[in-house]
């Protein structure tokens, strides 16, 4: 992931479970809308996912309330099962995602291009607490 001059911003979190489940609850459609969201008052009614270099994918992300939303969408750059996801966003930002065996724990860690609108520390908190919620819902 090429970063010059670039602020890149990395969360990460241990989940118990194998890397095979992690990367399936990860990638496929019908659990990333299960857990891709910051706050309980926030979801993700659905998802399209391409997973494979060139491929697209979007979540469609939305305050319950009906309030506001956005897709958050890009490219992937490469993919190598259970173990890396590197895609650039629809504003051309980089996101790096690793996938580390730990024997039966998997290791997240996802190293993202900040953006200039908001803070370091609210895009951090934001980005961790998506991960959160996947650890939660892929250990339940």
Not at 30 to 48: F, L
Not at 52 to 73: H, I, L, N, T, Y
Not at 103 to 129: C, D, I, P, Y
């Amino acid at each position: 992931m090429k970063t010059q001059n670039k602020n890149n911003i990395t969360v990460e979190s241990t989940i118990n479970a194998p890397v095979k489940k992690v990367w399936e609850y990860w990638t496929m459609p019908e659990h990333i809308i299960k857990w891709n969201y910051a706050s309980d008052d926030w979801h993700t009614p659905r998802a399209e996912n391409d997973l494979q270099p060139g491929g697209k994918f979007v979540s469609r992300m939305e305050a319950k309330d009906g309030s506001m939303g956005f897709d958050f969408g890009g490219e992937y750059d490469d993919v190598k099962n259970n173990e890396i996801i590197e895609y650039t966003l629809g504003d051309k930002r980089k996101v790096k995602v690793t996938f580390t065996t730990l024997g039966e724990t998997t290791k997240v860690s996802e190293t993202f291009e900040a953006e200039s609108m908001n803070s370091v520390e609210l895009q951090r908190g934001g980005w961790q607490a998506i991960l959160d919620n996947f650890k939660k819902y892929t250990e339940a």
